[in-house]
């Protein structure tokens, strides 16, 4: 496996993927809604999906003396490690934002814990959608990008609006879910909904996808 990871990195991964990871910086950007900067990760999965087709990858891998599930998993593993690189990234950034701009977010959700237990979510529903789309014929990555996209911007106006209401709302826990002060009984079970979401969509996005890739005629 380790021998095949190595493969996906060299194959799969183009200039643009590592040009991407520098767009973490834009947790410091102020009044800028923290979910763009996530849709990025799900931008440069495509280019990896893009990219593999280029050269092949797939016709190449079914030679290889692997399964069709090892195939899957490899991608599933090197898209999770991206990802969870990325969003790592960013947290010195979310830092300083918050060091020179104490004031909050105007755009939505204030960079607090809570928000990145937010943004895994729709990040979450993107890999599912796209990868059980894209695996079900393994052909090209375009049509499942763009309906995976459509459900990553549906989940962030789900899970923003009332961010953007809470004027009208006038709830305690939307008030302090959008705050730069820490609400421990707000802020730390939200993110860890967000990483438990995170972690059992990849369970399900691999499950599923290897055993439609498995029925995929190629």
């Given at each position: 496996m380790n021998n095949f990871l190595n493969k996906e990195?060299?194959?799969?991964?183009?200039?643009?993927?590592?040009?991407?990871?520098?767009?973490?910086?834009?947790?410091?950007i102020p009044s800028y809604p923290v979910y763009?900067?996530?849709?990025?990760?799900?931008?440069?999965?495509?280019?990896i999906f893009n990219n593999a087709e280029?050269?092949?990858?797939?016709?190449?891998?079914?030679?290889?003396?692997?399964?069709?599930?090892?195939?899957?998993?490899?991608r599933c593993i090197l898209v999770f490690t991206y990802e969870l690189v990325g969003i790592l990234l960013t947290i010195p950034f979310a830092i300083l934002n918050r060091k020179f701009f104490p004031e909050g977010n105007n755009a939505g959700v204030d960079v607090n814990l809570a928000a990145y237990g937010l943004i895994l979510i729709p990040l979450s529903v993107f890999n599912l959608i796209f990868f059980t789309m894209f695996y079900k014929k393994a052909e090209k990555p375009g049509v499942p990008f763009f309906i995976a996209s459509a459900g990553f911007w549906l989940c962030y106006f789900i899970l923003e609006f009332p961010v953007w209401i809470k004027g009208i709302l006038n709830l305690e826990f939307i008030n302090q879910l959008d705050?730069?002060?820490?609400?421990?009984?707000?802020?730390?079970?939200?993110?860890?909904c967000g990483i438990v979401v995170f972690i059992l969509s990849w369970i399900i996005t691999y499950s599923v996808s290897a055993k439609r890739f498995e029925k995929a005629d190629l």
């Open positions: 990195i060299k194959l799969c991964l183009s200039p643009v993927n590592y040009l991407f990871l520098f767009f973490s910086t834009m947790f410091i763009v900067n996530i849709f990025y990760y799900c931008l440069s999965c495509f280019f280029l050269n092949k990858d797939i016709a190449y891998s079914m030679i290889l003396p692997i399964t069709k599930k090892q195939i899957v998993k490899s705050s730069v002060d820490f609400y421990p009984a707000v802020h730390l079970p939200v993110l860890g």
